[in-house]
């Protein structure tokens, strides 16, 4: 039960340069990552010659729910429980969110060892619907 951020953005890349149509977006609400966007519930993929977009319904919520978690307080160490969604990851650090006693917590770890850990302003229920979207979409094939 763990999702990775950099692997839907990745194959959505991926699926919007391959199956998305030329278009002209009204407005990009959202930077996913470099060159891709949200605007409403399209993904929009910026390339060299314009743009390309794909309707992606409920899993533009789903990504809008990770983009910018607002921090609650400050927490001390918990044993976050699944589903788990990796937010961010390279060869120093890693954050992660868990859910312990129905809140949701975020982590961010250095190697082995926890640097910080906060309670963060998602619903539980939202963030199960939305790690299910997300955890749904990677399950599909390309």
């Known amino acids: 039960m763990f999702v990775s951020i950099q692997r839907v953005l990745d194959k959505l890349q991926a699926l ?4 998305g149509y030329v278009c002209s977006p009204n407005s990009l609400d959202l930077e996913l990552s470099s060159g891709l966007f949200l605007s ?3 993904a929009v993929l910026g390339l060299e010659g314009g ?6 319904g409920g899993l533009a ?3 809008r729910t990770f983009a910018h978690p607002q921090t609650i307080q400050q927490s001390v160490f ?3 429980k699944p589903p788990y969604v990796e937010l961010y990851e390279d060869e120093r650090k890693y954050v992660v969110m ?10 961010e770890w250095s190697g082995i060892r926890l640097c910080c850990s906060w309670i963060v302003d998602i619903d ?3 963030y199960r619907r939305s790690y299910e979207a997300l955890a749904d979409f990677l399950s599909r094939e390309a």
């Open 78 to 80: 918990k044993t976050l």
């Open 51 to 56: 743009y390309r977009c794909l309707d992606i």
């Open 16 to 19: 919007v340069g391959s199956r």
């Open 124 to 126: 539980v229920d939202r």
């Open 98 to 107: 868990g859910i312990y006693d129905e809140r949701v917590y975020m982590a």
């Open 40 to 42: 409403g519930s399209v």
């Open 61 to 63: 919520d789903a990504l």
